[in-house]
């Protein structure tokens, strides 16, 4: 059994509208729609797509705050909607965009206060703080009330708080929204150790996609509810028929370089631009080019990942 699975989940809003002076109609808005997938235990996944294409709505069901209209959804065993109180202490989420501490208390009473709801074993307890504090670099912060927090300070305050209780799963929705690069640096770092060396699972969704290509192997896109790409980032590359590019120094200037699986898109001076599909691999034409002509140097450029998410949203 997967740690979360996810199968044909669909959740729909009512909205009423106003038709005229007195009348109003309704209509049905499929936020997420027969959405299927598994998370394994150990994972980082990057849930993404554009705005309202449905994120939040799936991961409010995945935590248990929203029922589904249809379809199912098992995390680490249990059903959210229904089991939400024992799916609270197996989980952390952590919202970028609000907190979860209290706005007047000192960081130190926010983590004892959750100490007592989730009734968190002492000695997990001073592990989990002693640990997070000092990764997290809050030793400084701990007699602050959260308000004087500066927004990172804030957001790290609210990562060490949704770990406290030891969660197999932490869902984080944009972690760094709003960060300098330093602390949303500093932020990736603390997250690849936390699944590296505690195996935690994580979901994150963000609009940044530099924290999907520093955290996630793997990349579920999601638009208008359902997933429209599921798999690794390498991959997701590979789709939409975007290409990769070959970049070649020559000793010399030539005219274009003319071999087979790729072509050359810009010359300047002795280089040269070819680009061949991104699913290719680039050896064979490494192999044409270097026994047909003298080069000095040669190196590979990756699609632009935002490119590719770009052209899969317009699809
Ligand atoms: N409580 C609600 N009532 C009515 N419609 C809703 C409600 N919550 C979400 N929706 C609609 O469902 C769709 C999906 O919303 P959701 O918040 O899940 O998107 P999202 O992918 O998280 O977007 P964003 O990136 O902007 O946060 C949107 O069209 C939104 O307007």
Redesign the pocket.
């Given at each position: 059994m997967s740690l979360i699975e996810v199968r044909d989940l669909s959740r729909e809003?009512t909205?009423r509208k106003r038709a005229g002076a007195f009348r109003r109609t309704s209509v049905v808005?499929h936020?997420?729609h027969d959405l299927s997938f598994d998370i394994e235990a150990g994972e980082m996944v990057g849930y993404i797509?554009?705005?309202?294409?449905?994120?939040?709505?799936?991961i409010?069901m995945l935590t248990g705050i929203l029922v589904p209209s249809g379809g199912s959804a098992l995390v680490a065993g249990l059903e959210p909607s229904r089991q939400r109180r024992e799916l609270a202490r197996r989980i952390g989420v952590v919202f970028g965009q609000r907190t979860s501490l209290w706005w007047d208390l000192p960081l130190h009473d926010s983590f004892e206060l959750l100490r007592r709801i989730y009734r968190i074993p002492d000695q997990t307890f001073r592990r989990n703080l002693e640990d997070h504090v000092a990764l997290l670099d809050l030793g400084d912060l701990m007699d602050t009330p959260v308000r004087q927090l500066s927004l990172g300070q804030r957001m790290r305050g609210d990562i060490a708080a949704a770990l406290l209780h030891d969660p197999e799963i932490l869902y984080l929705d944009e972690p760094t929204i709003g960060l300098d690069v330093v602390s949303k640096g500093r932020l990736r770092e603390f997250l690849r150790a936390l699944n590296h060396e505690r195996r935690t699972t994580l979901m994150l969704?963000t609009?940044d996609l530099q924290d999907i290509e520093a955290l996630c192997d793997r990349v579920i896109v999601?638009d208008h509810?359902t997933a429209v790409f599921d798999g690794p980032l390498s991959s997701l590359r590979a789709t939409g028929g975007s290409s990769r590019t070959l970049v070649v120094d020559l000793v010399d200037e030539a005219s274009p370089i003319a071999i087979e699986g790729a072509r050359v898109v810009k010359i300047e001076g002795p280089r040269q631009w070819l680009a061949f599909p991104a699913g290719a691999s680039a050896a064979p034409l490494v192999a044409q080019i270097t026994a047909a002509y003298d080069v000095a140097d040669l190196s590979i450029h990756e699609p632009d990942i935002e490119d590719v998410i770009r052209q899969l949203y317009s699809r």
């Open positions: 809003f909205i808005k936020a997420v797509g554009p705005n309202g294409a449905g994120k939040s709505t799936t409010k969704t609009h999601i509810g």
